[in-house]
């Protein structure tokens, strides 16, 4: 089982960009599914974005659509998360997860899914 590691966040203000990165210890990241989350302060954990292994199928969250963009770099092993004008309330904690997919076009959504997460990574944004 592949493990996660985050990094790429930080401090920035509102209308600015960080792209996250998502390298992963352990193994290929090639015939995972991954996902990203964020956790804020008192809130559930919830989706950002998904990707599947063949990368042709993502994911994202209502929230994040025309911002954010998940993709991989097989080769890399890697997984990263562009994201653009940052908004205050995209302040949270995120976290990179991985699960093993038979099918290279399955995307999971919901975090119950996955079975590998990394330590996440802080993203402040202020306004």
């Known amino acids: 089982q592949v493990q996660p590691v985050e990094s790429g966040g930080g401090l920035v203000q509102a209308g600015e960009s960080l792209r996250l990165s998502c390298a992963a210890s352990g193994g290929a990241l090639s015939l995972y599914a991954m996902g990203w989350f964020r956790q804020a302060p008192e809130k559930e954990r919830e989706i950002v974005a998904a990707i599947s292994w063949i990368g042709a199928i993502t994911y994202y969250a209502d929230s994040v659509k025309g911002r954010f963009t998940i993709s991989r770099d097989n080769a890399k092993n890697t997984v990263y998360l562009q994201m653009n004008n940052l908004k205050p309330e995209d302040t949270a904690v995120y976290y990179c997860?991985?699960?093993?997919?038979?099918?290279?076009?399955?995307?999971?959504?919901?975090?119950?899914?996955?079975?590998?997460w990394g330590q996440g990574t802080q993203v402040t944004v202020s306004s």
């Open positions: 997860a991985a699960e093993r997919t038979a099918s290279g076009f399955s995307v999971l959504t919901t975090a119950s899914r996955y079975n590998s």
